[in-house]
C-alpha cells in the first residue's frame, strides 16, 4: 500500500504540477489583461509582505512529518497522538501571534509604502493585507493535519484535493475578474478555498486515518528535542522569504508597484520551474527518514541521491533549454508589452536554481539526519548578503539588479558550498553525481546552440509561429535525448507504462 502511495503520489504531483503550470500558462495572461499593471503589483506586493509570516511555521510542520515518520517507524502510536496535542496548541499560539504581527504590518503600511503608491493603492493594499493575514492564522492551526496526511503517506488524497482546488478556484476567479472583480475578490476567493480545504484535511484524520488529539502534560523535554530540528528549519524558511519575497518588497518601496508587476510575473515563472523539481523530492521524507532510523548504509541514500536528481535533470534541462531559446517570445506574447525584462530576470534565476534543483533530495536527507544546520546557518548568512545588494542594486538598475543580488546568492550558497558540504560531510557522492550530469548534457548542449543559431534567421512573432517552433525543438530533441542522455532504468520509467497498456489490450 505505501509503496503504491509513493508511486501514486510522485505522478499526481505531476499532474499537479502539469494542471498547475497550464492554468498558470492560461489564466496569467488573462488575469495581467483584467486587472492591469498596478492592481496585479498591489497584490505582489501584499502577498510578499505576508510570506514573511508564514515563517512563524518555526519549521514545526516539517517537524511533525518527520517525528510522526520516526514513531511510525518505531511502532510508537501513543507518542504520536501526544505529539499531535502538543503541536496544536503551538500552531494556535503561532496563529494568535501572525495576526498581532500582521496588525501591526497593516497599521505602518503607510509608512513602508506612501513614497510609491497613491492614496487609494494604499488603502486597497491594507485591505489585501489584512485579509492574507486573517488567512494565514486560521491556516496555522490546522496545518498539522496536512502534515499529518503527508507523514502517512497519503499522498493520493492529497494531490486529488490539491487538483479539485486549482480547478475550482481557478473557475471561479475567471468568473469574477470577467465581472470586474480584481485583487480583493482574489484573496476573498483563496481564503474560502483554504478554509475548505484545510476542513477537508481534518475529516480526513479524524475519520479516515482515525487520528487523535491528546492533550496530557506538556512535554517540554520533547519540545526541545523538536525544537533543535525545527530550528534550523526556521532558518532556511527565513532564507527561502528572502531570496523570493524580498525583491518585491523591495522593489515596492523604491521602484514603484509597475516595476514588481513585471518582477512578479519573473517570480511566477521561477515557481512553476521550481514546481518541476520539487514535485518528486516532496514525497520522499518519510521514506528517507526510515531509512534513516533504520541505519541503512549511506551507499544507498547516495544511490537514490544521484538517482533522484538524474531523473530530474530529465525534467529541468528539458524546460531550461526550452526557455533559453524560446522564452523570450513568449513572455511577449504571453504577458504583453512591457514585460520583456521578466525574460532577462527569469533567466537569472533560472540558470543557477537548476543545480540546487536537482540536488533537493539533499535537503530531505539532511532533514531525515536531524543535520540542517550547517545549511540553515549558511543560507541565512547568504541571504543577508543577499538583502544588502539588492536594495542599492533595485535602486539604480530595477528588477534586473535585484535578480542578480539573488543570482549571485544561489551561486555562492546552494552550489559552491553546499556541494563541496554534500561531499566532505555527508558522505554523498557528488563527484559520481556531477559525473552523471555532464554525461547527461551533451546531447542538450549542442542541440541548444545550433537551434540559437538557427532562432536568429527567423521571426517567431506570433502564437502559431511560436508553437511551432517549440514543436519542431521537441520532435529534434525529445528521441536524440531519450536515446543518448537516459540510462535504462530512465527510459524503463517512460516505457513501462505504455507496455503495460498494450499488454492489457
Known sequence: MQVSQLKTGALLSYVVLALQNLVGLLYTPFMLRMMGKSEYGLYSIAASIVAYLTVLDLGFGNAVVRYTAKFRAE????????????????????????????????????????????????????????????????????????????????????????????????????????????????????????????????????????????????????????????????????????????????????????????FAVAIQLEHMYMSFSTAISGVFLPKVTAMAVRDSDGKSISDLFIKTGRIQYCVMILVLTGFFL?????????????????????????????????????????????????????????????????IPLSKYYGGIGCACAIAGALVLGQILVMNVYYQIKQKIDIVGFWIEIIKMSIVPGVLTVLTYYVLQQCALDSVVKLVAGIALYLVVYLPLFFTLSMNAYERDLILKPFKKILKSR
Open 75 to 262: 511502532d510508537k502510536q501513543e507518542e504520536q497522538y501526544e505529539m499531535f496535542g502538543m503541536f496544536f496548541l503551538l500552531y494556535c499560539g503561532i496563529g494568535l501571534v501572525a495576526l498581532l504581527a500582521g496588525g501591526i504590518l497593516y497599521l505602518n503600511a503607510e509608512n513602508i509604502f506612501d513614497a510609491s503608491m497613491t492614496t487609494n493603492e494604499l488603502s486597497r493594499t491594507k485591505i489585501i493585507l489584512a485579509l492574507m493575514v486573517l488567512n494565514l492564522a486560521i491556516t496555522f492551526p490546522f496545518s498539522l493535519f496536512g502534515s499529518i496526511i503527508t507523514a502517512y503517506e497519503q499522498f493520493v488524497f492529497q494531490k486529488v484535493v490539491a487538483i479539485v482546488r486549482i480547478i475550482l478556484n481557478t473557475a471561479t476567479m475567471i468568473v469574477l475578474l470577467t465581472f470586474g472583480y480584481k485583487a480583493i475578490a482574489m484573496v476573498v476567493v483563496t481564503t474560502i478555498f483554504n478554509v475548505l480545504t484545510l476542513g477537508l484535511n481534518f475529516w480526513y484524520c479524524k475519520h479516515y486515518l482515525k487520528i487523535k488529539l491528546k492533550f496530557v502534560r506538556f512535554q517540554w523535554d520533547f519540545l526541545k528535542e523538536v525544537s533543535v530540528y525545527s530550528f534550523w528549519i526556521f532558518l532556511n524558511a527565513i532564507m527561502d522569504r528572502i531570496y523570493w519575497s524580498t525583491g518585491q518588497f523591495v522593489l515596492g518601496a523604491f521602484a514603484g508597484t509597475a516595476v514588481v508587476a513585471v
Open 326 to 390: 524560446f522564452g523570450r517570445q513568449f513572455i511577449h506574447l504571453w504577458a504583453g508589452e512591457g514585460y520583456d525584462d521578466a525574460y532577462i530576470i527569469s533567466m537569472l534565476f533560472f540558470v543557477p536554481l537548476t543545480i540546487p534543483l536537482i540536488q533537493n533530495l539533499g535537503i530531505t536527507i539532511l532533514q531525515a539526519r536531524n543535520q540542517m544546520k550547517f545549511r540553515s546557518l549558511l543560507y541565512l548568512v547568504i541571504s543577508l548578503i543577499s538583502l544588502g545588494a539588492q
